[in-house]
């Protein structure tokens, strides 16, 4: 048994070390070599499902027969005593180890990581803040939280608690920390980590995007500086959605059906043209669509994400805007764009997309990011937008800047490299 892991745990190693060179690194960090080697995954690792339509898993009743699902790279869903699927997971392995090789965990550092599940990568955090450091893994399912206490006894790692209740609180009692992990999409930043973390710490937050189904997220490493924090990188990512008080808003998608005017002006579209984003793919956005996308979740309160039971993905998902006033609706689809009712929607979202062009097509990339109390939030104004999340704000900041067109000339995007990816010749919609 002890060679049969052996041999799964290196070739895991190696699998770990060529996705961490496809993200552009020099492969897996020696530090976190040394730590996922002492914090072996199939210690966490008990009734599982790898994938949505396998069956359930016995880890315990069966090791030598689950070692190479355990040592992949895919994710795996924890499971209760019923076989029903845990609102947890055990997460991708090179992913999730890539994101905590970004937030730079030193010895001797404090870090608490909130959605804790297993207790797997609280274990890989106590192996690299070493014996002068400490971990905090807080967990609000109790079974899960029981389970990964005796598992991290079992390997002794001492340095590393795990409390069960709900991470919102955080852990007044072992703060400050230099370091925090959020392994959930929080829509509204829980009030209590402006206060447990550090100032010059860093926090991993999954965001979650409007209409994102509490999955789709920015993925950002976070600096607190003062009384904020303000963004260092971002990358996309899909988490499990965060629960708990301030953070329905943004996790659902919209059915048309729902819309309470919907049955007066859905019979017949009162408007229907072609959309160059997302033409190239009938079935997918691409990436200036998508980068589009973010942008009108940003600055158009009525910005809305369709759910047509195509899928989660943000890829798939129709959106556009809702004007409930003018009972009015416009939805972007692959290569068209629909209007339901009065054109007002379709008014605002040509002008939201002659905007974003004439700023020049920016992606996520392009903003600075600072995440703020609410009652601390600046008002919008050029090139600052403001999303009020309920306690918290977000606030993006463009940092690209397109001189404007001469006279008299379409202000045409066309083959410019930009945040959002490469040319797509996009014309701004006629007004």
């Not at 499902?49 to 994710?75: K, M, T, W």
């Not at 010895?107 to 400490?134: F, K, N, Q, T, Y």
Request: aromatic share 6%.
């Amino acid at each position: 048994m002890e060679l049969e892991i052996e041999e799964h745990l290196t070739r895991f190693l190696g699998m770990l070390d060529t996705a961490f060179r496809r993200r552009g690194e020099d492969g897996l960090p020696e530090r976190l070599r040394q730590a996922v080697r002492e914090a072996p995954r199939h210690r966490f690792v008990h009734r599982f499902r790898a994938d949505r339509d396998r069956p359930a898993e016995d880890f315990d009743a069966e090791p030598q027969r689950h070692l190479a699902a355990v040592y992949s790279d895919r994710v795996l869903a924890h499971l209760g005593p019923d076989d029903a699927a845990l609102d947890s997971t055990n997460s991708q392995p090179s992913y999730v180890l890539w994101l905590l090789h970004r937030l730079g965990l030193e010895p001797g550092h404090r870090a608490i990581e909130i959605g804790s599940g297993s207790g797997w990568l609280a274990a890989v955090m106590g192996r690299l803040v070493g014996g002068d450091g400490h971990v905090v893994g807080v967990e609000i399912l109790g079974d899960l939280a029981r389970r990964s206490r005796d598992d991290l006894a079992s390997l002794g790692s001492a340095n590393v608690a795990i409390v069960e209740g709900d991470g919102a609180a955080g852990h007044a009692t072992a703060a400050p920390y230099d370091r925090a992990v959020v392994t959930a999409a929080v829509w509204d930043l829980p009030a209590a980590l402006f206060e447990q973390i550090a100032v010059g710490g860093r926090l991993l937050l999954p965001i979650a995007l409007a209409g994102g189904a509490g999955r789709d997220c920015h993925v950002a490493v976070l600096r607190r500086e003062g009384d904020r924090f303000r963004a260092l990188e971002a990358v996309p990512g899909r988490f499990v959605r965060f629960t708990g008080p301030g953070q329905e808003r943004g996790v659902e998608r919209r059915r048309l059906e729902e819309l309470p005017f919907w049955p007066g002006i859905g019979a017949t579209p009162t408007s229907h043209r072609p959309l160059p984003l997302g033409a190239r793919d009938p079935a997918r956005f691409g990436g200036a669509a998508y980068a589009f996308r973010l942008f009108l979740g940003q600055t158009e309160p009525g910005f809305t994400a369709f759910d047509d039971g195509a899928g989660e993905e943000l890829s798939t998902a129709p959106f556009g805007l809702v004007d409930a006033a003018a009972e009015s609706v416009a939805i972007c689809r692959p290569g068209v764009l629909i209007g339901y009712g009065p054109p007002e929607a379709v008014r605002r979202l040509d002008a939201a997309c002659r905007r974003w062009a004439a700023l020049g097509m920016p992606g996520p990339a392009a903003f600075d990011l600072e995440v703020v109390r609410a009652e601390q939030a600046p008002q919008p104004g050029r090139g600052v937008w403001v999303e009020r999340r309920g306690a918290s704000a977000l606030v993006w900041r463009l940092t690209l800047t397109v001189p404007p067109p001469r006279a008299g000339r379409r202000k045409t995007i066309r083959d410019r490299p930009h945040p959002a990816g490469p040319g797509t010749g996009i014309t701004p919609p006629a007004p």
